[in-house]
């Protein structure tokens, strides 16, 4: 049993490492066919019975698939994290450690935008918020 639940963390780690990729739905997919690939084989090595002992393998195994199977998808689909910091906004390529004046990607050639190119976009004007006691208003009779 433990064994099952290290083999589905492990996958779940594989296909959250991928997602958004075709490798992530693959390893998902993978990951759920595995199990029921185990079971076909201990059918056909282990003579058939009537056990109780062989229902409850098969529902462990068939229940690890769909488990797998969902949660993989599931996780193959949500969305990459963003980088943070300098990085091209077309291709995500670092820009960290380039003088940003002028700067174009050296990868796609997208001209840089963000703060240190002089093209930035201005700040909103914050408002800043009063500080200290709060004024008393005389109520109108």
Known sequence: MILLAVYA????????????????????????????????????????????????ISLIMYAEAGFLLVMGVFLASLPRATPRGMVCARCHYDLGGLDPAGLSCPECGQAWRGKGSGQEEPEPERIPIPRGPVKRRKPHL
């Open 9 to 56: 963390v492990a996958v779940c780690l594989l296909v959250a490492k991928h997602r958004r990729r075709p490798l992530g739905y693959a390893v998902a997919l993978l990951g759920a066919a595995m199990p029921l690939a185990v079971l076909a084989l201990i059918r056909r090595v282990v003579p058939p019975s009537d056990d109780v002992s062989a229902l409850s």
